[in-house]
């Protein structure tokens, strides 16, 4: 059974970094691309960033020059600089053999349970 499990979520303040990441287990996700999404109370779920298997990346334009996604084998990386309070959400983790670096959250079969990132004003 596949699973995504993140971590590293927190509290912080604006403009202060983070990082979270995401550990796969169960199979190989070597040959999936993996990526990110948040959700923030009230509102839908949100594309941040992923990463194919052949390290093309796409970003979110709300986050792009302040998040940065990597991968390690079988875990993915989000770092975040410059955060704001608009950042604060639940972000998940996610994955699938698609080979396109996709935004669209059904493109994605496998979820973590989210982490809580907090940005204090």
């Known amino acids: 059974q596949r699973q995504l499990v993140e971590s590293g979520g927190g509290l912080v303040q604006a403009g202060g970094s983070l990082r ?6 169960g199979r190989t996700f070597n ?3 993996m990526g990110w999404f948040r959700q923030a ?8 960033a ?3 298997w052949r390290g093309n990346t796409y970003y979110a334009d709300s986050v792009k020059g302040r998040f ?4 390690d084998r ?3 990386y989000l770092q975040m600089n410059s955060l704001k309070p608009e950042d604060t959400a639940v972000y998940y ?3 699938d053999t698609t080979n396109f670096a996709s935004s669209v959250p059904d493109d994605y079969r ?7 990132v907090t940005v204090s004003s």
């Open 68 to 71: 940065t996604i990597s991968r």
């Open 50 to 52: 992923t990463m194919t």
């Open 93 to 95: 983790c996610v994955a």
């Open 31 to 33: 040959l999936y691309t």
């Open 74 to 76: 079988n875990t993915v």
């Open 41 to 48: 109370p009230g509102k839908e779920r949100q594309f941040v």
């Open 110 to 116: 496998y979820w973590g349970q989210g982490t809580q």
């Open 20 to 25: 979270v990441s995401c550990a796969a287990s």
